[in-house]
T-cell receptor, first 114, second 114 residues
């Protein structure tokens, strides 16, 4: 089956620790995205990548980092510099970066900082 | 800059009743609008989108939306809801004047009661 997988589904982290969230897609999509979802605030864009080996900051990139070494993978690292990391994190991909290219979402990772 | 306002955070409705979820946007550039649905603990799924052409857009699961430029609105409607429509609904507008980055509204939780 083609799709987007995110792992783990639930993640717990102690304060001061870095943690990496996985996002993999087998849709052969060029563009990938990371969003953060908080209750009542909708989704906010953290980082996006339109092609392998290239990525751009979104609206709330501070305290996060990404890499795009392979087309199918776009891992997100939540660093200790992120002041309030507890949230639901969603990865998405699209075939290209045209407005007509639908973004498809993974099932999400819920991160809780203890 | 583009922004999206979803006026209702929650909409309770009885099964088989009609429903309208409201969305207003602001944009100084060409407008492209989207509605996504999120079932509990899952990612988002595209319901429908307006890129150009007819202002009445039909989507999946019997939903439709009407683009109203003069009222800067893109309200989502369904003539008869089912219990299975219980979910959170997000309106989004393309961010900027290029690419497919999205700005999301805060979401509306639709609660269908038997």
């Amino acid at each position: 089956d083609g799709g987007i997988t995110q792992s783990p589904k639930y993640l717990f982290r102690k304060e001061g620790q870095n943690v990496t969230l996985s996002c993999e897609q087998n849709l052969n999509h060029d563009a990938m995205y990371w969003y953060r979802q908080d209750p009542g605030q909708g989704l906010r864009l953290i980082y996006y990548s339109q092609i392998v080996n290239d990525f751009q900051k979104g609206d709330i990139a501070e305290g996060y980092s990404v890499s795009r070494e392979k087309k199918e993978s776009f891992p997100l690292t939540v660093t200790s510099a992120q002041k309030n990391p507890t949230a639901f994190y969603l990865c998405a991909s699209s075939i290209g970066a045209s407005v007509a290219d639908t973004q498809y979402f993974g099932p999400g990772t819920r991160l809780t900082v203890l | 800059a583009q922004s999206v306002t979803q006026l209702d955070s929650q909409v309770p409705v009885f099964e088989e009743a009609p429903v309208e979820l409201r969305c207003n946007y602001s944009s100084s550039v060409s407008v492209y609008l989207f509605w996504y649905v999120q079932y509990p603990n899952q990612g988002l799924q595209l319901l429908l989108k307006y890129l150009s052409g007819s202002t009445l857009v039909k989507g999946i699961n019997g939903f439709e939306a009407e683009f109203n430029k003069s009222q800067t609105s893109f309200h989502l409607r369904k003539p008869s809801v089912h219990i299975s429509d219980t979910a959170e609904y997000f309106c989004a507008v393309r961010k900027g004047n290029a690419g497919n980055m999205l700005t999301f509204g805060g979401g509306t939780r639709l609660m269908v009661k038997p």
